[in-house]
């Protein structure tokens, strides 16, 4: 049995799939909001700040989090990622531990979206014309911007479904056909040692230290809104 070395801290996984089931409970609870007996998308709200706060835990946990969970362990020039994809497709795999050059685009263009969404979701009033978001009332007398956060946040959820599948079949490619374990190490952590390009074995990411990034995420978020003049129920 080849031996295992640590690739990603227990925080980051519990983001990564804490995230995965709010977006798809943020969409289930707005197409099925009627029969789920919540006209006023109270639950699809909730899923809208859970996302926020996680977001931005990841944001901080991105500078103090474990070592292949930091900003500066993956985010690269964009010719370094064309250099890893070009290598790629010319059969020379290049092994990563943490995020390769190409996948860390992929995940800064995530958060970037979904955040961007989340974001758009506290100003939006819905098509119903009587649930909005808490910040909505700031922009409430601006009716072609009132139209435009309506119409972006309706639509950025193709844009999120386009990105997340995009980062599926990756990581499915990656893990059947590059025998990178990928999907695995997001569950286990753990990854088979190699000669690794990036490093040899994560390090870091105490959970104590991520529990007072999630408070603070969860001060930052709800903090905002309210000094913004949002209702946050």
Known sequence: MPKL??????PTRLFHWALVFCIISAWVSFEYAGKLGDPTLRWHR??????????VFRILWGFVGGSTSRFEAFICWPWAALGYLKDTLA??????????????????????VVMAQAVLGL??????????????????????MTKLV???????????LGLVALHVLANVLYQHLAKDKL?????????????YEDQPEATGGHPLLALVCLVTAVVMVFGTITLMGGRIL
């Open 91 to 112: 059969g020379r795999h290049r092994a990563y531990l943490g995020h390769n050059p190409a996948g860390s685009w992929m995940i800064v263009a995530l958060i970037a």
């Open 46 to 55: 909730w899923n809208g700040y859970a996302i926020l706060v996680l977001l």
């Open 123 to 144: 100003f939006t009033l819905e098509h119903n014309e009587v649930t909005a978001g808490p910040l909505q009332r700031l922009i409430l007398d601006d009716e072609a």
């Open 150 to 160: 309506q119409i972006l946040h309706g639509r950025g959820f193709y844009i999120i």
């Open 183 to 195: 999907i695995t190490a997001m569950v286990t952590g753990r990854k088979p040692a190699t000669a």
């Open 5 to 10: 070395v640590r690739a990603w801290d227990l």
